[in-house]
């Protein structure tokens, strides 16, 4: 972990701990439910909704959106096994979606990066109140326990609000036409830098860069 960051108290407000991550992202102490990679897979998702770039590779996702390569790098993977993108080697090769916008919820981003994530872990403590000596009486126990319950509902309604959403809800109403005549151009010119490279590196008998 990097450094923490403190404001004093004397503005009146209490110490806010902000934490580096191995990324050199600055994270609240304590953290998020959801980490910062479903962020991180969401957004990049959304460059992919548009027709160009057709496929773009997890480096330049990354350096689109100022993020760290690393963790895109691992990201991605994870997408894929879940059957949300599709990949492809070479120069012109890269991720793209493997699903209609519509057809891929944010739930499901949620579950290939986080994993089928339990909001909450019951460790049945009303089992060991000194009082029972080991045998919890059956009004005790009987059934799930009530605070399990509400987390239960809590979880079943969360995970309902993040499936009704898909990425082409977050795409609508989103990044005007230029701008996406600009991303286009900008991954079209990342290919075609890479392609220059490349013929020149064969020409001069080095090892083509990837």
Not at 90 to 111: F, N, R, T
Not at 163 to 181: V, W
Request: proline content about 5%.
């Amino acid at each position: 972990m990097g450094c923490v960051m403190e404001r004093g108290p004397s503005n009146g407000i209490e110490h806010d701990h902000a934490v580096r991550d191995d990324e050199g992202q600055s994270h609240r102490k304590g953290g998020s439910f959801f980490g910062v990679s479903v962020e991180y897979g969401l957004h990049t998702l959304l460059w992919l909704v548009s027709e160009s770039p057709k496929r773009a590779s997890s480096r330049d996702l990354a350096e689109m959106q100022g993020v760290p390569a690393a963790m895109m790098a691992k990201i991605m993977p994870k997408l894929e096994k879940a059957g949300i993108v599709n990949s492809a080697d070479g120069i012109s090769g890269g991720y793209e979606l493997a699903k209609s916008p519509a057809d891929v919820s944010v739930l499901d981003v949620v579950d290939a990066i986080d994993g089928d994530r339990k909001l909450f872990d019951c460790k049945e403590v009303r089992r060991g109140c000194v009082l029972f000596g080991g045998s919890p009486p059956s009004w005790a126990v009987d059934g799930v326990c009530r605070i399990h319950a509400v987390m239960l509902r809590a979880e079943k309604r969360m995970r309902a609000e993040l499936e009704k959403t898909s990425l082409a809800d977050l795409i609508q109403g989103g990044r005007p036409e230029a701008f996406e005549n600009s991303v286009s151009d900008w991954f079209r010119n990342r290919t075609e830098a890479r392609e220059i490279a490349r013929m020149t590196a064969v020409k001069g008998g080095r090892r083509p860069p990837r």
